[in-house]
């Protein structure tokens, strides 16, 4: 079982996040570190909309990422879900592109269609409805995926339109680095997985819930002609709590058919933690 670990950058000091990712770095149970798109805090205070109704600092994603790539040098690097409605998809891919190469070639792309409606609306981001942003996000997993393996790219999409578009220099993973793409929804979400995902994560849910998601995963991919063996499927799971507890959860989610657990830590990020997770999850990693 492949395991790593997320921070939920909010409320934190910038030294106290390097500190976590390079003993995060240390241990080679690890395989990955990821952060979230967000700007403003998803927990702590009032809930209202998904979000936390307490401000606090959150440091940007993708930067983030870029800066740590340099800091932490074996760990794969990961956005889990970077906000299709957030930057410009031909935009995202030369990103992606150049902080692969930055990394050694340990970008993984997680994408998402967005569901942060105070973010959006405090930016003056468009929050269109439901159904266009997850046809936003099918573009988008289109054109990156397009702008990352072809030498040029031309698109005639509802939202996006390219033409001979380069991205240029194209990453180091060849034929590009693997998409993941986050969520239940059995409609949409999981079609899109099956289409463009090489890694499709679960954020929550018990062992059920995997196994029925997988069977819906399962019928979509059938249905593209896709084999679902290609696509690892993760589950994230919050760490805080007791590490036994937490890797007698792991092993029933392997049991469901979890390849990948995610264990998301939230501040104060105290490295300890991980050590002391890592202990109790190596006999799954085996």
């Known amino acids: 079982m492949r395991v790593s670990f997320q921070t939920r950058p909010q409320d934190s000091d910038w030294p106290s996040l390097v500190d976590f990712w390079k003993e995060g770095d240390r241990i080679e149970l690890y395989d990955a570190a990821w952060t979230f798109d967000h700007f403003y805090p998803t927990v702590g205070g009032g809930r209202v909309g998904?979000?936390?109704?307490k401000p606090g600092p959150v440091f940007e994603g993708w930067t983030m990422l870029a800066a740590l790539s340099g800091i932490v040098h074996r760990i794969?690097?990961?956005?889990?879900?970077?906000?299709?409605?957030?930057?410009?998809?031909?935009?995202?891919?030369?990103?992606?592109?150049?902080?692969d190469i930055a990394s050694g070639g340990r970008l993984e792309i997680g994408l998402g269609a967005g569901?942060?409606?105070?973010?959006?609306?405090?930016?003056?981001?468009?929050?269109?409805?439901?159904?266009?942003?997850?046809?936003?996000?099918?573009e988008t997993c289109a054109i990156v995926d397009a702008l990352l393996t072809q030498e040029t790219t031309?698109?005639?999409?509802?939202?996006?339109?390219?033409?001979?578009?380069?991205?240029?220099?194209?990453?180091?993973?060849?034929?590009r680095p693997p998409i993941l793409i986050g969520g239940t929804g059995e409609k949409r979400t999981l079609k899109i997985a099956a289409r463009w995902a090489d890694h499709w994560n679960l954020p929550g849910g018990d062992p059920d819930v995997l196994r029925q998601k997988l069977g819906?995963?399962?019928?979509?991919?059938?249905?593209?002609?896709?084999d679902p063996i290609e696509i690892e499927?993760?589950?994230k799971m919050v760490a805080d709590g007791d590490p036994g507890e937490f890797a007698d959860?792991?092993?029933?989610?392997?049991?469901?058919?979890?390849?990948?657990?995610?264990?998301?830590?939230?501040a104060p990020f105290q490295p300890a933690k991980l050590g002391a997770l890592a202990e109790r999850l190596a006999p799954l990693a085996g």
Request: glycine share 6%; proline share 6%.
């Open 216 to 226: 819906v995963l399962h019928d979509h991919c059938v249905a593209i002609g896709r």
């Open 154 to 175: 031309t698109f005639d999409g509802t939202y996006f339109q390219l033409r001979e578009a380069r991205c240029d220099p194209k990453p180091l993973q060849q034929p």
């Open 50 to 53: 998904g979000m936390s109704n």
């Open 76 to 99: 794969r690097l990961g956005m889990l879900v970077s906000c299709a409605t957030y930057r410009h998809p031909a935009v995202l891919a030369n990103m992606a592109a150049t902080l």
């Open 233 to 235: 499927v993760s589950i």
């Open 115 to 138: 569901w942060a409606e105070a973010e959006h609306l405090a930016y003056g981001i468009a929050f269109p409805p439901w159904k266009e942003r997850f046809d936003r996000l099918e």
């Open 249 to 266: 959860l792991a092993a029933r989610y392997r049991e469901a058919g979890a390849q990948h657990v995610i264990a998301q830590f939230i």
